[in-house]
């Protein structure tokens, strides 16, 4: 039982930082008609360099036909509630 325990309270005891998502902004389109759109995604675990977040959210939003534009910001903080609103169907949506 006490092998249990010892990882458990390990676990507890980091901080929550650690445990942290980074937020990717970002901005997409699609083409016939041209639709853009400004989204956040999640990526689990701390930021990534820009470029590995490009490559990730590119990947993840052409399930749905997007093309990534650019990459805006890149933060472990959860977004504010005006960038929630301004990502408005698409915050967390890919």
């Known amino acids: 039982m006490r092998h249990f325990i010892i990882p458990l ?3 507890l005891a980091l ?3 650690a445990m942290a998502d980074c937020f990717v902004e970002y901005k997409a389109k699609k083409d ?3 639709r853009l759109h400004y989204g956040i995604l999640s990526l689990s675990g701390s930021c990534p360099s820009a470029s590995a977040a ?3 959210t590119s990947g993840r939003i052409a399930s749905g036909g997007w ?3 650019n990459v805006v910001g890149l933060s472990e903080t959860a977004p504010s509630g005006a960038k929630k609103a301004n990502a408005g169907e698409y915050y967390l949506r890919y």
Do not use: E, H
Request: no cysteine; glycine share 6%; aromatic share 6%.
């Open 15 to 17: 901080p929550s930082g």
């Open 67 to 69: 093309t990534l534009l």
């Open 54 to 56: 490009a490559r990730s």
């Open 32 to 34: 016939s008609p041209l």
């Open 9 to 11: 309270l390990f676990a």
